[in-house]
């Protein structure tokens, strides 16, 4: 089970947060599970639901939700 970046929380990871650095743009999408899914590329993590639901990102960015 693959479980929730953030520090201290040990909830399984439901979505998936990228960076996009040029665009200033933090992308949050389902995380698709199965044995490909390997650990996250650069400049992504797993969240958790709760997490997904209310992320931290920098103040320059903005936030988009994919479904």
């Given at each position: 089970?693959?479980?929730?970046?953030?520090?201290?929380?040990?909830?399984?990871?439901?979505?998936?947060?990228?960076y996009d650095?040029?665009?200033?743009?933090?992308?949050?999408?389902?995380?698709?599970?199965?044995?490909?899914?390997?650990?996250?590329?650069?400049?992504?993590?797993?969240?958790?639901?709760?997490?997904?639901?209310?992320?931290?990102?920098?103040?320059?960015?903005?936030?988009?939700?994919l479904e």
């Amino acid at each position: 089970m693959q479980r929730c970046s953030r520090t201290g929380c040990d909830r399984p990871g439901t979505a998936v947060l990228v960076y996009d650095h040029v665009r200033s743009t933090a992308f949050i999408g389902p995380l698709i599970p199965g044995p490909s899914a390997g650990p996250p590329a650069s400049h992504s993590y797993r969240l958790c639901s709760g997490h997904a639901a209310r992320p931290v990102v920098p103040a320059d960015r903005v936030v988009v939700h994919l479904e």
